[in-house]
């Protein structure tokens, strides 16, 4: 299974594969991924990912006036997930720090790390000396991409919101910043895809989100992962030439929070998946961000990796009504371990706060049936 970060087109063409048991998310719209040298990605945006972006733009209508946007912003203003209390403590006292890549200052703050999903949040503006504009988002983007912070923005500058940051730097003679921070967490303990995204207050300050799905193998007290600041000038007369990018590189901790609880329910011997897999286990585990339903399968000799990501993303706790739990704070769906095939883990977090007695299950027996499966708690 490839663990690596993955360009925008290997992404799309992942995602019709694997997204078809998840919910909207309009985040991995707004993803910055750098290219295999390393380079920004600039290119003028189709009219479809402006519309997509757009309701991202929609559902940041709500951002309060000015200063500084977290996690908590983000996620409620974006989906309707409010982060626990629990967990936002966790992200308030985390140690922040400060990084200054050439004329632009990074606080690194908010982290947050379960073993299963790791966040970090980066606030991100110019130095007092400086006068430019700076973006987290593809410069051709308008200003007013985010709605009421930006479109307040665009009107500090004397633009309209529908001016796009590079028109902005040219009109009002200024250079432009592109920033961008990175997550990258140990190889080891890496699945799926990392997240990027970013969200501009209307006084300009960039706030940049990274979020790592983990296998759950990470032990100890501190779990160690690395942050890359990057950093480039917007070339105004060769837009083609985006090579001169200043981009430093640190160490950071995150405080590994242990589960408050775990538990496991009990599954029928032989209960297969589409005659190819066979479900094993099924367990909870509670977190300060959450509650994962961790699942483990054995393939069949015939069984392909393909099948599994076809019938596996189909197995899917559900409420007493028969719903979908809420996805959590690292806003995917299933997410497959197959490094140890024909052993196989898939990881769900929810916004559950409490474990329920009884877990309903879907099960697919074949391409077109699904059944359910009812376990309770293991005493």
Request: one cysteine or more; proline letters at 4%.
């Amino acid at each position: 299974m490839n663990n690596k970060k993955k360009s925008q087109t290997e992404f799309a063409e992942s995602l019709d594969r694997r997204l078809s048991g998840l919910q909207g998310d309009p985040w991995l719209a707004q993803r910055i991924i750098a290219n295999e040298e390393g380079k920004p990605v600039v290119k003028k945006i189709s009219t479809s990912m402006v519309l997509v972006i757009a309701i991202l733009a929609v559902a940041a209508a709500a951002l309060a006036a000015g200063g500084y946007l977290g996690w908590f912003d983000f996620y409620s203003n974006n989906y309707g997930i409010q982060v626990s209390d629990t967990a936002q403590r966790i992200m308030n006292d985390s140690r922040k720090t400060e990084y200054t890549v050439g004329n632009v200052t990074f606080t690194v703050s908010e982290t947050y790390c379960d073993g299963y999903t790791a966040l970090a949040s980066t606030q991100i503006s110019l130095s007092d000396s400086t006068s430019a504009l700076i973006t987290g988002d593809d410069p051709y983007d308008f200003i007013g991409i985010n709605t009421e912070s930006g479109s307040e923005y665009a009107k500090k500058l004397g633009v309209t919101p529908d001016t796009s940051w590079v028109d902005a730097a040219k009109k009002l003679g200024l250079p432009l910043y592109i920033v961008r921070t990175s997550l990258t967490m140990p190889e080891e303990l890496r699945i799926g895809d990392d997240m990027e995204g970013s969200m501009t207050s209307d006084d300009g300050m960039i706030t940049y989100f990274c979020m790592s799905p983990l296998n759950g193998k990470a032990y100890g007290e501190i779990v160690s992962g690395r942050i890359e600041l990057s950093v480039w000038q917007f070339n105004m007369e060769n837009p083609d030439d985006q090579s001169k990018i200043a981009r430093e590189e640190f160490d950071i901790g995150f405080m590994l929070e242990a589960p408050i609880d775990t538990v496991e329910y009990a599954v029928p011997e032989n209960t297969m998946i589409g005659n190819l897999f066979t479900l094993e286990s099924i367990k909870g585990v509670w977190m300060p961000g959450g509650l994962y339903f961790v699942s483990s399968f054995t393939a069949e000799n015939e069984a392909t990796e393909d099948q599994a990501y076809e019938l596996l993303q189909a197995v899917i706790p559900l409420d007493g009504n028969g719903e979908e739990y809420r996805l959590g704070l690292n806003l995917t769906g299933n997410i497959l371990n197959l490094n140890s095939w024909p052993n196989i883990e898939m990881f769900r977090m929810t916004t559950l706060n409490e474990i329920p007695e009884t877990l309903i299950v879907s099960i697919p027996e074949t391409d077109a049936e699904v059944s359910t499966l009812s376990l309770e708690l293991m005493k």
